[in-house]
C-alpha cells in the first residue's frame, strides 16, 4: 500500500498563494501518477492537476491552468501544488491521490489511494 499525506492547508484571501504538499509512504515504488483532486461543500469531487514520477508528465483542470503548478520531489516521495492567484471558488477540501498504474488521468475512480484532505479556504 502507499499511503499519501496532504499538508499546507489554510486560510487565505482572495489573490493570495498557497502551497501544498503530498508526502507519500509505503510501497511508493508501486506508484506512477499521484493526482490532485478538490471537493467543495454541495458538489462533487473534481481534478485539479496530476503528475508521473517518472518524467514529469503533467495535466491540470482548465479552471486552474495558469494559475496552479503540481510538482513533485522523487527523493522525498512528495509531491507539491503550488496555488497562486487564489479565488473564492478554490475553497475546498484537497484531496492527494496515487494511480500504481501508468498514464495520466483525470478520473478519480481510478486512483488506488487517497489521502485524508486538508482544507483550503479562499475569503473575498
Known amino acids: 500500500q502507499v499511503q499519501p499525506v496532504e499538508s499546507g492547508g489554510g486560510l487565505v484571501q482572495a489573490g493570495g498563494s498557497l502551497k501544498l504538499s503530498c508526502a507519500a509512504s509505503?510501497?511508493?515504488?508501486?506508484?506512477?501518477?499521484m493526482g490532485w483532486f478538490r471537493q467543495a461543500p454541495g458538489k462533487e469531487r473534481e481534478f485539479v492537476a496530476a503528475?508521473?514520477?517518472?518524467?514529469?508528465?503533467?495535466r491540470y483542470a482548465d479552471s486552474v491552468k495558469g494559475r496552479f503548478t503540481i510538482s513533485r520531489d522523487n527523493a522525498k516521495n512528495t509531491v507539491y501544488l503550488q496555488m497562486n492567484s487564489l479565488k473564492p471558488e478554490d475553497t475546498a477540501v484537497y484531496y492527494c491521490?496515487?494511480?500504481?498504474?501508468?498514464?495520466?488521468?483525470?478520473?478519480?475512480?481510478?486512483?488506488?489511494?487517497w489521502g485524508q484532505g486538508t482544507q483550503v479556504t479562499v475569503s473575498s
Open positions: 491521490a496515487v494511480r500504481q498504474r501508468f498514464g495520466i488521468s483525470q478520473a478519480g475512480e481510478i486512483y488506488d489511494y
Open positions: 509505503g510501497r511508493t515504488f508501486s506508484s506512477n501518477v
Open positions: 503528475i508521473t514520477w517518472r518524467s514529469g508528465s503533467t
